[in-house]
């Protein structure tokens, strides 16, 4: 036993004398960390690191089957989900993994900056930090590129209509980014090389940079109120600290990141085992329109966002925001690289994350089940609720079919079934009058097309008929107020003629009927 | 020695001595400095081509392809209605698989006269879809509405439908394709200004054909 450790010994001495990293890594490995930072909070980064790790594997392995041509890439994943052996679970595992990996990121990023750690002397980190999660989401776009199907092809349309509302260079931008003038080969070639050369190799280039300032400058020391960072004393005290209540980071804070890295890798194989593969949804054959394009969910904020800008606003706001909010994250450390570091004494700070993740979640939300387009295939699969005809004349039933004849359902809804891109119509009698529902479906209005081409009168009349007995739990018509008022107004002046004899207290006339 | 060899070329730092000045004007020094020159040339005459290459797509030559291509028979398509129709894109290379295909929609206003609109909503490119019983084209993705001459009905699109040019040659319908029509590259589309933004009834809509 003595011997073989001898033995052991040895080898690793002719290694080390040779290669001259093991000692240094290890070293670096057991740096001591201020004791105060050895907990759970600390484990994002960790993590983000072990699921880059797991993502190159997987991506690996899938770049065996994966074929990255227009003509076979969905052929091929079809062959990856169903003819190799295991085959749907690595893709599983990498279609995952990418989810996992951006939300550790993003929670690593809101970490970060709550705990003010992004202040002296750690800046760059933070910058670098930006450069990778944007680089991340790259990796993101990119891979659902790579699921060659249906909701990618119009993805890179959608990506394609955006570059082209550059100034001047749209065109030239537009051609670049498909590798021609249509969507194609060439557009999954190079969308292929960004996916599994270039982005890849830019991560983990960052990553190293990452790592290599994290260990230079040491794990930021938990923030306390009134301990203010300032760039003449931060790194003597933080040092000073290091010294009192240092302990090595392996293993003594490093347990916590290993335990949470395995929770996050178990968490990726159990999604990826039960809940399958991402796609490919239906072949990417622009012919085939009976489709509803939608981006993976960490796009679908956008995709919301993109639904209720106006016209007018559409252009400038999308070549203006994304620049201003990148240059925002990446100057943030250089404008505030001194003072206050914990949130209790941060409002704004607080605010700001407040704000935009409950904004970030309600868009998502909101595109998950996209309110704002039209249900395509309502008009003839969602019949009027049958309540809606008991007791109607023939000529309103007449009107339900011209209702659903004509496709209003895609857009209103009957009883909860239909788009919800206009107003829902049961109770619609209670707020327009039937002068303006008509003048609302001939002429449209707001987000209304006009109908007036599609209808003839005694349709409209059969429609506008049946609109008007949808009063919702038999609530009260609109009324004309205009029409009421000179009412009241003849009212009151035979009133006036007879107000010699009347008695005091007499209904006034804007009192209701 | 090692202190001077830090900054071989800041000879006019004051805090050298002579000696070391003279060490950062070696004659390996100078050779190193031309040698480094000699890359940076170099550099420059491989990156240009590699630049171009990298670049191709975008070159001005190549930002208005695109042919006359038959999309079908005339009479395939009857006066008075909107029908799909698909070709082949003239641009597709060799590896575009189904992705070279591409849908159109064809109105026949009259015996002689064709609207040929673009698939592509004029919002994000998402495919809109032909409702004959509303005469109205709605996009999937965001909601736009287009009436049936291609003009913008409601929704998000800032104006009406991307066209095509056509002409009858002979019995087939002929149109002129290339770019995916987006914003920027409608060179092979029909030269449409973009609409002014205004309230939906503001707008005229052609009926001339309709009874």
Redesign the interface.
């Given at each position: 036993m003595g011997r073989l450790k001898e033995q052991g010994i040895a080898a690793y001495q002719w290694l080390e004398h040779r290669l001259g990293l093991i000692k240094p890594i290890s070293e670096a490995a057991a740096h001591p960390t201020p004791s105060n930072n050895a907990s759970w909070w600390y484990v994002f980064g960790s993590a983000a690191t072990v699921l880059l790790i797991l993502q190159v594997m997987t991506g690996i392995l899938l770049a065996l089957i994966y074929s990255p041509?227009?003509?076979?890439a969905w052929t091929s994943l079809n062959f990856l989900n169903h003819n190799i052996a295991l085959g749907w679970y690595v893709r599983a595992l990498h279609g995952w993994g990418s989810d996992f990996m951006i939300a550790i990121v993003l929670i690593h990023m809101v970490q970060v900056f709550l705990f003010g750690a992004y202040k002296f002397p750690r800046e760059l980190t933070w910058i670098v930090g930006v450069v990778l999660l944007l680089l991340t989401l790259g990796m993101a776009f990119t891979g659902q590129v790579m699921r060659f199907d249906q909701d990618a092809?119009?993805g890179l349309?959608?990506g394609?209509?955006?570059?082209?509302?550059?100034p001047f260079v749209?065109?030239?931008?537009?051609?670049?980014v498909?590798?021609?003038?249509?969507?194609?080969?060439?557009?999954l070639s190079r969308f292929f090389t960004l996916h599994v050369f270039v982005i890849p190799g830019l991560l983990l280039a960052g990553v190293g940079v990452h790592v290599w300032m994290v260990l230079r400058h040491g794990v930021s020391d938990w923030p306390m109120p009134g301990r203010l960072v300032r760039k003449s004393t931060y790194e003597r005290e933080y040092h000073e600290l290091v010294e009192k209540t240092g302990m090595p980071f392996v293993p003594d804070a490093a347990w916590k990141d290993a335990v949470f890295a395995a929770a996050i890798l178990f968490a990726v194989m159990a999604c990826a085992f039960f809940f399958g593969p991402f796609g490919p949804s239906g072949?990417?054959?622009?012919?085939i329109?009976?489709?509803?394009?939608k981006p993976d969910f960490f796009f679908l904020w956008i995709?919301a966002v993109?639904?209720f800008?106006?016209?007018?606003l559409?252009t400038p706001v999308l070549l203006i925001v994304p620049v201003v909010g990148i240059a925002g994250m990446l100057m943030l450390p250089l404008i505030a690289s001194e003072g206050e570091r914990h949130w209790a004494r941060r409002p704004v700070a607080v605010l700001s994350v407040s704000v935009i993740a409950v904004s970030l979640g309600i868009f998502t939300r909101l595109g998950t089940y996209t309110p704002?387009?039209?249900v395509?295939d309502a008009?003839s699969s969602d019949a009027v609720p049958v309540k809606y005809m008991h007791d109607r004349t023939p000529l309103e039933r007449q009107g339900a079919m011209v209702l659903q004849?004509?496709?209003?359902r895609?857009?209103h809804e009957l009883d909860r079934v239909g788009g919800q891109?206009g107003p829902a119509l049961d109770s619609v009698a209670t707020r327009l009058t039937e002068d303006q529902i008509v003048r609302q479906v001939l002429?449209?209005?707001?987000?209304?097309?006009?109908?007036g081409?599609?209808l003839n009168p005694s349709e409209t009349k059969a429609l506008v008929s049946f609109l008007m007995t949808l009063r919702g739990n038999d609530l009260q018509p609109a009324i004309d107020a205009s029409r009421e008022l000179t009412r009241n107004k003849q009212m009151e002046q035979e009133k006036s003629q007879g107000a010699a004899w009347g008695p005091k207290g007499t209904p006034s006339p804007g009192q209701k009927q | 020695m090692s202190e001077f060899l830090k900054y071989p070329g800041e000879s006019s730092n004051d805090a050298l001595s002579p000696e070391g000045k003279a060490q950062a004007h070696t004659r390996r020094v100078f050779l190193f400095k031309l040698a480094v020159g000699l890359n940076a040339v170099v550099g420059a005459v491989l990156a240009v081509p590699l630049i171009g290459y990298l670049l191709g797509p975008a070159s001005r030559k190549k930002s208005s392809v695109g042919s006359w291509i038959s999309i079908g028979e005339v009479n395939d398509f009857p006066v008075g209605q909107t029908r799909l129709a698909e070709f082949r894109s003239p641009v597709a290379t060799f590896d575009d698989g189904e992705t070279a295909k591409v849908p159109c929609w064809v109105r026949r206003v009259s015996e002689q006269t064709f609207q040929v609109f673009a698939i592509n909503c004029a919002h994000l490119g998402c495919p809109v879809r032909w409702f004959s019983e509303s005469k109205l084209f709605l996009c999937p993705c965001h909601g736009g509405a287009y009436y049936e001459d291609g003009s913008r009905a409601s929704g998000p699109p800032e104006r009406g439908l991307f066209e095509y040019k056509y002409k009858i040659a002979g019995n087939s319908l002929v149109i002129h394709a290339g770019d995916m029509p987006t914003l920027a590259t409608q060179a092979s589309c029909k030269d449409k200004p973009l609409i002014q933004i205004e309230p939906v009834a503001a707008e005229t809509r052609s009926t001339t054909w309709e009874g």
């Open positions: 041509s227009a003509n076979e092809y119009w349309g959608i394609a209509s955006i570059v082209s509302r550059v749209g065109a030239q931008l537009v051609h670049l498909l590798g021609g003038p249509i969507i194609g080969g060439a557009t072949q990417p054959d622009p012919t329109i009976q489709t509803a394009p995709y993109l639904a800008l106006p016209p007018a559409e704002w387009s039209p395509m008009w004849d004509k496709q209003c895609n857009c891109r002429q449209g209005g707001g987000n209304m097309p006009a109908y081409n599609a | -």
